[in-house]
């Protein structure tokens, strides 16, 4: 079954423990894409990927960060998670940039840090 | 600047007809997309539109109209499932093809 696989569903982590989130996806879809969701704001992106080693910023990348050294995975890292990165995270893949078909999205991971 | 505008709920009664409407302002503008978001679930793609005109799918349909930023989607014979968010998203034309999301618009049926 094509899908986006993030893991893990629910995580409650303190300030400061570096963490990361892992994201895959089994459709050979070279555009990778990171988005948080808070209530009132919308789907807001983070991080994205072209590519293979081809990262680049979102509009909200204070505090992340992100790697593509293979083309099925785009994990998402929180070097010092901060309390304001509590938020409902999801990864999204597309066959490219241009898909008419856009986003497809991976289950979410919601994160709490207290 | 950037923005999508969409009205934050409505309500219908099964069987009906529901517009949800969405108005955009981008730098650039590469085609709107739908997505339906059920709470705690990832949205699922519902329909693009890159040119003017409407565009339908079963019982959804979508709209478009570049030039005044314009966009509707149009779900008829609704049925009590289709309670969820439905989310407007239109892509930049930038090197980033993002997609730039509404708040969504959360769309109660009742019996």
């Known amino acids: 079954e094509a899908q986006v696989t993030q893991n893990p569903r629910y995580l409650i982590t303190v300030t400061g423990k570096k963490l990361t989130v892992t994201c895959s996806q089994n459709?050979?879809?070279?555009?990778m894409s990171w988005y948080r969701q808070d209530p009132g704001l919308g789907l807001r992106q983070i991080y994205y990927?072209?590519?293979?080693?081809?990262?680049d910023k979102g509009d909200v990348p204070e505090g992340y960060k992100v790697s593509r050294k293979e083309k099925r995975n785009f994990p998402l890292i929180l070097e010092s998670p901060s309390p304001n990165q509590t938020s409902l995270y999801f990864c999204?893949?597309?066959?490219?940039?241009?898909?008419?078909?856009?986003?497809?999205f991976g289950s979410g991971t919601r994160l709490t840090v207290v | 600047g950037q923005n999508i505008d969409q009205p934050t709920e409505m309500t219908a009664t099964e069987g009906a007809i529901v517009q949800i409407n969405c108005t955009y302002q981008t730098s650039g503008f590469n085609g709107l997309f739908w997505y339906q978001q059920h709470a705690g679930e990832a949205p699922t793609f519902l329909s693009y539109?890159?040119?003017?005109g409407l565009e339908e799918k079963g019982r959804f349909s979508s709209f478009l109209s570049r030039s005044k930023g314009y966009s509707y989607l149009l779900l008829k014979e609704l049925q009590m499932k289709d309670s969820a968010s439905y989310l407007c998203a239109a892509r930049s034309m930038d090197s980033s093809y993002k997609l730039i999301f509404g708040s969504g618009t959360r769309l109660l049926v009742r019996p």
């Open positions: 539109n890159v040119l003017d």
């Open positions: 459709m050979n879809h070279e555009y």
């Open positions: 990927s072209m590519n293979v080693e081809v990262t």
């Open positions: 999204a893949s597309s066959r490219g940039g241009g898909s008419i078909y856009g986003y497809t």
